[in-house]
């Protein structure tokens, strides 16, 4: 008899939850949403809103609406959108993770209160936050999505440090040594660890789990920033890891001869769509 265990510190963190939670709220009263791009990077639970009725749209179909109303994901957004809002008379559902608006006001006191040090910020280009981050100091900070990108900076000037709030803390306190070691004696470097703990924490979590099972299923959009770290976390202490985003995706060949599964996923996997892959499993071998 296979036994199957669901992760219970899996599944969405608080600001992805405040985000649908406020979306179903303005749903339920059968009112018309927007929502400027994808509430979550997390295929399955779009779907399930969009039958419920948000609509979701890009920054150019932003800027031909007037007069409704628009759900700003948890990732943030740059001073541009709110102003653009204001222009068009559009009501701002604003949903943006309070840990994420802190960074924001961070870095936004940061740049103007010294606007020729490079404020520089660890994460991913183009991703969502990303973009709320760079917004906040007029598209001057520098974005370095590796440690190797660190050897770009010009260790001569001033260097202010933040991260992504769901970056991983061991490359980030990499990036900051490499700094501290080669910093000018005249320059300033300050570093702020603006990880999110929520996430950070379940690093150390999800390797546990991951090392109790033969076989991991790591539930998760594959947009994920968070989920590409934590699937990889997975992996590298089973390498029995499979990432899949639906229970249709599901391999029954990986299952032979394995008597327990671990069923895990990022912080924008729904619990529902991690017990959606358990069922499909139960529904075809013998599970407990």
Request: some cysteine.
């Amino acid at each position: 008899m296979i036994q199957i265990e669901i992760d219970n510190g899996s599944g969405f963190c608080f600001g992805v939850t405040t985000a649908i939670k406020k979306a179903e709220e303005e749903l339920a009263a059968g009112k018309t949403l927007y929502c400027l791009g994808d509430i979550v990077h997390n295929g399955m639970e779009v779907e399930r809103l969009h039958t419920r009725g948000l609509v979701t749209i890009n920054h150019e179909q932003m800027k031909e609406l007037h007069d409704v109303k628009v759900l700003l994901r948890a990732h943030g957004e740059p001073p541009e959108t709110y102003e653009l809002a204001k222009r068009n008379n559009i009501e701002i559902i604003d949903a943006t993770c309070p840990v994420v608006l802190q960074l924001q006001r961070r870095i936004k006191k940061q740049f103007d209160s010294n606007p020729q040090a490079q404020l520089v910020i660890f994460g991913k280009n183009g991703h969502a936050e990303v973009l709320g981050l760079v917004g906040q100091t007029q598209s001057k900070a520098i974005v370095i999505e590796k440690f190797d990108d660190v050897r770009r900076l010009d260790f001569s000037r001033d260097i202010y440090l933040y991260s992504q709030t769901t970056k991983n803390l061991d490359e980030f306190h990499r990036i900051i040594e490499y700094i501290q070691d080669h910093i000018a004696p005249g320059a300033t470097f300050r570093s702020f660890d603006t990880i999110c703990r929520q996430v950070a924490n379940r690093m150390p979590n999800i390797a546990r789990f991951a090392s109790k099972h033969d076989i991991i299923l790591f539930v998760s959009g594959r947009k994920s920033s968070n989920g590409k770290v934590l699937f990889n976390e997975c992996r590298s202490v089973n390498p029995n890891s499979y990432q899949i985003e639906r229970a249709e995706e599901i391999d029954m060949a990986w299952l032979q001869g394995v008597s327990t599964i671990g069923i895990c996923g990022a912080t924008s996997t729904p619990k529902w769509l991690m017990e959606e892959c358990r069922d499909y499993i139960r529904r075809r071998v013998g599970c407990q």
